[in-house]
């Protein structure tokens, strides 16, 4: 494998968790059932991500380990996208 093709992988991975998050915080706004077997795929494929993000953030009123992911999820992103060029 390639470094061009890892680094694809890399960025294209970024995004589709990237997209999933963005789904789960509307899921969270709409007030989705939690018994819902989208949510249920969804939940399961960012709970990963955010969950270790949630313990070295301080406990607030509003969740913002969204906000924090989506941000290193855009950082990794262009950093393939630079190891692409």
């Not at 018994?35 to 709970?47: A, F, K, S, W």
Request: glycine share 2%; aromatic share 10%; hydrophobic share 65%.
């Amino acid at each position: 494998m390639t470094i061009e093709a890892l680094a694809l992988f890399v960025q294209i991975l970024a995004y589709i968790l990237l997209i999933a998050i963005f789904i789960r915080v509307i899921f969270s706004w709409i007030a989705f059932d939690p018994g819902n077997p989208l949510y249920t795929v969804i939940h399961e494929i960012t709970e990963p991500i955010l969950a270790p993000i949630r313990q070295f953030m301080p406990r607030m009123g509003l969740d913002l380990s969204p906000l924090v992911a989506s941000m290193l999820l855009i950082f990794i992103a262009r950093a393939a996208a630079t190891a692409l060029a």
